[in-house]
């Protein structure tokens, strides 16, 4: 303290110059004695007398300069009293923020003894939530250097909040040192009548809302008026914006500039209140009527300072009073309760809407007083409010308890507006209600709330927590206890006690999804296990709601939890029930895929070399028995490449990898090719085969030509086969279903028919009619689930219209039609000739150029390269892709490429993907094509993946493959 002290009694500058003043008074004093003495005195004096006139004159000067620093002294105590009974708190405090010297006022202000203050850092006495805004100043100060200011709250040891204005400023002690001087000023009451001023505001705001009004000010200073509190959005002003009063006289109808100008002179000049009533035109061009009420404020020498006052648009009052009868139509359709009265408070009219609230009828309240609703149970005191407001003309707005006409009470929202005419006289009041009971009613159940809450968290199946945020305390319901397996009593009610208890592994995920309900209000509904008294863990559903205040910071959360550990048991054994089944699944894919390979491949060889035997020699000359065996085997690889393209559709099918196209399709064309094909079995049983147009058919369709072709192929193929006598008749036609065309196909035949019994399994997979049909017939079974479940695919459906035991039966297909653009209706099966005929059939095509063929199987290998020599390619073979790399490698160095690469896809050593693949990533353009024995879903896309350029499938077809060999051999491979 004492060298506080010290330091504080440093001169001044002010110190300085009151001494230095006193020692020129000093001089002059001097000067002046020293011209009393006569001249010729001194020219006279002795040394002696000389030194004693020094003597004295010293003494003199030190007389002054003693009564210099004694002023000095005094003026320093001065000083300090001032310092520490100064009215603000005042602060040395170093740049560093560390506080050097603080006066009394200082002191009492942050709650400490001045000792206790020195080097202590300033921000530790300011608010936490205002640290921001002191270093923000502090920074803009030592930054510019210019005096610097901030509101903010500093905080007492008790807690006590203390609102102050802080004024700083830079400067230096005596060795140089930079500091900062700061001012403390309490502004709590300042800041207490800004709050009282925001609720008055806040009260006027609504006076106005209920008003349907807008207030306005204004100031003479500026010659700017200001508008506010705006609810009234016909009003055609700006809020909160100053405008000049030249803008505002501007919207003034041209006709009214006169009335509007006399009522503000009369206002300024007689000092009258401010009213008026004149039209504005708003942005759109309409006229709207202003009714406005102001009143003038002036300064001392009676200057104008502002006039304040309030505008309502009366627009639709002064329609009313021109054209009443829209005024009551428009007063009848508003959904709130009105009625008008005179001055005298009598009814004059009521709209629907009050009637049906209050029960009465227009008719019988008309004349009435408009207290008739009053009863019992309504408040006196707001009775007396509201007889007050009539009498004065003045606006009113509150709630009253009134009663209907059938005595039951309800709460009335009441508002009260006076209507003046243009020369301020009171002509009616409006009185507008709404039935605010049910609100009223939830107020009450509000109230009761808690103890419906306890009631219900104690008879509750589920747990119920509700969590304070800001203290963490936490409640838990005797049932949310239970279900841990604790008492209320065991468990403290807070947070961490639910955090301790989660599972490690679904805290984070927990945490993020309570911290995303509480920042960004994201639904609060998931699961996690929880440990019990036991020790075992459980699995709950949780869910719950937060608060948040007006700032948006949550204030509490509730919720509930329910055991879902069963449901969760059960959820895992059905997940490893799904898992055994995708593994089941992809095994038969896998097992498909296998056996598509083994039985295509021998049947590539068995049928290939069929053919070759029937093309070789003189086929008029071979004998009967050889056809009949050749026959023979083509038959049964047929059928037996039917019954494992059936297996592989239905796989397709039912594992959902099944995908149908829909291409520009000559549909006319592709009924009659089918009827082409069955024409042969028709023929060798002597049945009759018939196709017939009952309606215009579109000669091309949007469709997936090839199911369409299984579809009929399918269906034709099993009336064929089950006919053994009579006919099969075709019928097609286009029908309009809903605005839908569909395309119909109605195959019938006379067949042997079926039973009602033989129907019901008819479309289950590997089912027959009876089980004679297989060992008579043969075939899956799969023909009709296929064609059905493919028409449905394609949007339409395969049906049994009809069957009779012993006369036939007529299956329906129906699938939509999407038509083409340029399609013309055919009246009868005409094929239509396309550019694709004119196309060169494969046996007439040679093949010129090299070929490499990779491929495992002997057999196949001799049959395909048989056939391609035999179509005119120099032919090459390499048993796999291994070998055939060697080959092709060889071939380029020699300077004898090949012009196609054939190979098979599934070979030893090096496989056909893997051969592909390798010639992309050398840079090679040779074409290649697939040959496979595969025939699942995306085979094709797999071979196109590695890099081939064409894909045929196993068994070959010779004239498939001849001109596909054809067509890449004269031209560059590579996907471009």
Same mark, same amino acid.
């Given at each position: 303290m004492q060298a506080n002290r010290k330091q504080a009694m440093k001169p001044t500058p002010d110190s300085l110059a009151a001494a230095a003043d006193l020692k020129s008074r000093a001089e002059v004093a001097r000067q002046a004695k020293a011209e009393v003495l006569p001249e010729s005195l001194a020219t006279l004096a002795s040394d002696a007398t000389q030194n004693e006139l020094r003597e004295k004159q010293i003494e003199l000067q030190n007389e002054e300069l003693r009564r210099a620093q004694h002023e000095l002294a005094t003026s320093r105590a001065r000083y300090f009293d001032l310092f520490d009974l100064a009215p603000v708190g005042y602060l040395v405090v170093r740049e560093s923020g560390l506080i050097l010297q603080a006066n009394l006022t200082a002191a009492a202000m942050l709650g400490e003894d001045r000792g206790a203050l020195t080097n202590r850092p300033v921000s530790r006495s300011i608010f936490n939530a205002d640290q921001e805004a002191y270093y923000l100043c502090r920074t803009r100060l030592v930054d510019t250097g210019e005096p610097q200011s901030c509101?903010? +709250? !500093? #905080?007492? *040891?008790? &807690?006590?909040?203390? =609102?102050?204005?802080?004024?700083?400023?830079?400067?230096?002690?005596?060795? $140089?040192?930079?500091?900062?001087?700061?001012?403390?000023?309490?502004?709590?009451?300042?800041?207490?009548?800004?709050?009282?001023?925001?609720?008055?505001?806040?009260?006027?705001?609504?006076?106005?809302?209920?008003?349907?009004?807008?207030?306005?000010?204004?100031?003479?200073?500026?010659?700017?008026?200001?508008?506010?509190?705006?609810?009234?959005?016909?009003?055609?002003?700006?809020?909160?914006?100053?405008?000049?009063?030249?803008?505002?006289?501007?919207?003034?109808?041209?006709?009214?500039?006169?009335?509007?100008?006399?009522?503000?002179?009369?206002?300024?000049?007689?000092?009258?209140?401010?009213?008026?009533?004149? +039209? !504005? #035109?708003? *942005?759109? &061009?309409?006229?709207? =009527?202003?009714?406005?009420?102001?009143?003038?404020?002036?300064?001392?020498? $009676?200057?104008?300072?502002?006039?304040?006052?309030?505008?309502?648009?009366?627009?639709?009052?002064?329609?009313?009073?021109?054209?009443l009868l829209l005024?009551?139509?428009?007063?009848?359709?508003?959904?709130?309760?009105?009625?008008?009265?005179?001055?005298?408070?009598?009814?004059?009219?009521?709209?629907?809407?009050?009637?049906?609230?209050?029960?009465?009828?227009?008719?019988?309240?008309?004349?009435?007083?408009?207290?008739?609703?009053?009863?019992?149970?309504?408040?006196?005191?707001?009775?007396?409010?509201?007889?007050?407001?009539?009498?004065?003309?003045?606006?009113?707005?509150?709630?009253?308890?009134?009663?209907?006409?059938?005595?039951? *009470?309800?709460?009335?929202?009441?508002?009260?507006?006076?209507?003046?005419?243009?020369?301020?006289?009171?002509?009616?009041?409006?009185?507008?209600?709404?039935?605010?009971?049910?609100?009223?009613?939830?107020?009450?159940?509000?109230r009761h709330s808690s103890e419906r809450f306890e009631l219900v968290a104690r008879g509750a199946v589920d747990g119920i927590w509700d969590w304070d945020v800001v203290t963490n305390a936490d409640y838990f319901s005797d049932r949310w206890c239970e279900l841990l397996g604790y008492t209320t009593a065991e468990l403290l009610p807070h947070y961490q006690t639910w955090v301790d208890h989660l599972h490690p592994e679904d805290r984070p995920g927990t945490f993020a999804a309570l911290q995303s309900h509480l920042e960004q209000r994201a639904p609060y509904d998931l699961e996690y296990r929880m440990r019990l008294k036991c020790g075992d863990y459980r699995w709950f559903r949780a869910s719950g709601q937060a608060m948040w205040d007006a700032d948006g910071k949550p204030l509490r959360m509730a919720g509930s939890i329910t055991d879902i550990t069963e449901r969760k048991q059960a959820e895992q054994s059905l997940k490893l029930a799904h898992t055994a089944a995708d593994v089941a699944s992809r095994a038969k894919s896998e097992f498909l895929t296998n056996m598509s390979h083994e039985i295509r491949t021998p049947l590539t060889a068995i049928l290939g070399f069929a053919d070759i035997l029937g093309e070789d020699g003189t086929v008029d000359q071979t004998p009967d028995k050889r056809k009949q065996i050749l026959d023979t085997i083509k038959k049964a690889g047929a059928h037996l490449l039917t019954v494992i393209n059936d297996i592989l559709d239905l796989s397709k099918i039912e594992a959902d990898k099944l995908a149908v196209e829909k291409i520009d399709t000559p549909l006319v064309n592709v009924l009659c090719e089918v009827e082409m094909l069955m024409r042969q079995k028709v023929a060798g049983k002597g049945l009759v085969l018939s196709i017939a147009f009952s309606s215009p058919v579109p000669d091309r369709i949007l469709t997936d030509p090839t199911r369409l072709r299984q579809i009929l192929m399918n269906i034709l193929g099993n009336a064929i086969k089950f006919t053994e006598q009579g006919t099969v008749r075709v019928n097609v036609e286009v029908e309009d279903q809903d605005r839908q065309p569909r395309l119909v196909i109605d195959i019938a035949d006379t067949g042997p028919g079926m039973t009602s019994e033989q129907v019901q399994g008819l479309f289950a997979a590997f089912g027959q009619a009876d089980t004679t049909v297989t060992r008579k017939y043969g075939g899956t079974g799969l023909g009709l689930v296929i064609s059905r479940r493919l028409a449905r695919i394609m949007g339409g459906d395969v049906t049994l219209l009809y069957s009779e035991l012993g006369k036939g039966s007529c299956f329906r297909i129906v699938l939509p039609i999407e038509h083409v653009e340029g399609s013309t209706m055919m009246q009868s099966p005409t094929p239509i000739k396309s550019k694709d005929e004119a196309k060169p059939i494969a046996a007439a095509l040679n093949l010129s150029g090299r070929i490499l063929l990779a491929e495992d199987g002997l057999d196949n290998q001799r049959l395909i390269a048989f056939m391609l020599r035999k179509a005119g390619a120099t032919v090459e073979t390499a048993d796999n892709g291994q070998i055939a790399l060697h080959i092709l490698k060889q071939a380029e160095a020699a300077g004898t490429p090949f012009d196609l690469l054939l190979t098979d896809m599934q070979m030893p050593e090096m496989d056909g993907y893997c051969l592909a693949s390798t010639l992309r990533d050398r840079g090679s353009k040779l074409a290649i094509i697939a040959l496979t024995a595969h025939a699942m879903a995306d085979d094709r896309k797999k071979c196109m993946d590695a890099g081939c350029d064409d894909y045929v499938s196993k068994p070959i077809d010779k004239a498939t493959l001849i001109a596909t060999c054809a067509a890449w051999m004269s031209k560059p491979g590579g996907i471009q």
């Open positions: 509101e903010l +709250r !500093v #905080v007492k *040891p008790d &807690g006590h909040h203390l =609102w102050v204005l802080v004024a700083m400023s830079a400067a230096c002690a005596d060795d $140089g040192t930079p500091l900062h001087r700061m001012t403390l000023t309490d502004i709590g009451e300042s800041k207490r009548a800004e709050a009282a001023l925001w609720e008055s505001e806040e009260r006027l705001r609504v006076a106005l809302t209920a008003a349907a009004a807008i207030g306005f000010v204004w100031d003479a200073a500026s010659d700017a008026v200001v508008r506010y509190f705006s609810t009234v959005p016909s009003l055609p002003v700006n809020v909160d914006a100053p405008e000049p009063v030249a803008a505002v006289r501007a919207r003034v109808h041209p006709d009214d500039v006169g009335l509007f100008d006399a009522g503000v002179a009369e206002c300024l000049v007689m000092g009258t209140e401010y009213r008026n009533l004149y +039209r !504005v #035109v708003d *942005p759109a &061009g309409s006229e709207r =009527w202003l009714q406005e009420w102001g009143t003038l404020s002036r300064d001392f020498a $009676g200057h104008p300072l502002r006039l304040t006052g309030i505008s309502i648009d009366v627009t639709d009052r002064k329609r009313a009073e021109s054209n005024a009551d139509r428009v007063l009848k359709n508003i959904s709130q309760g009105v009625i008008v009265t005179g001055p005298d408070q009598m009814i004059v009219t009521a709209n629907t809407a009050f009637t049906a609230i209050t029960g009465y009828s227009e008719r019988e309240i008309m004349g009435w007083n408009c207290n008739f609703l009053q009863g019992p149970g309504t408040d006196p005191v707001t009775v007396a409010a509201i007889r007050q407001v009539l009498e004065d003309g003045n606006d009113f707005s509150g709630e009253i308890l009134n009663y209907r006409k059938d005595g039951t *009470p309800f709460w009335n929202e009441l508002t009260i507006t006076p209507v003046l005419d243009p020369q301020g006289v009171l002509t009616h009041f409006i009185l507008i209600t709404r039935d605010i009971t049910e609100r009223k009613r939830a107020k009450d159940e509000l």
